[in-house]
């Protein structure tokens, strides 16, 4: 039997599976072509796992996700400019 490493019902444990459902959802609607909600969706799972890695001081996951964050970010901008034609 394996022991589990990271404590369950703490404020990252409850960011990290609201995250991971974000995410799952941007992949269902991305894969059905739904933009850009999809976007919306990546950013807002994207920042709850930036949070979860700050809150375990893991480099590998903050690099990860601040690097998606800001390419979602961007093309959220993109989208906005070609909508608004700014």
């Known amino acids: ?3 589990k490493l ?3 019902h703490t404020k990252d444990w409850y960011i990290k599976w ?3 459902a974000f ?3 941007a992949l269902l609607l991305t894969s059905n072509n739904v933009y850009p909600l999809n976007l ?3 950013a807002i ?3 709850g796992w930036l949070l979860v890695g700050m809150f375990w001081v893991d480099r590998s996951l ?3 996700n601040a690097i998606g964050l ?3 970010l961007n093309s959220l901008v993109i989208y906005l400019i070609d909508l608004f034609k700014l």
């Open 6 to 8: 990271t404590p369950v």
């Open 45 to 47: 799972g994207l920042l």
């Open 23 to 25: 995410i799952i959802i």
């Open 40 to 42: 919306v969706f990546h």
């Open 70 to 72: 800001s390419v979602i």
């Open 18 to 20: 609201v995250a991971s």
């Open 1 to 3: 039997m394996m022991n």
């Open 62 to 64: 903050i690099v990860v």
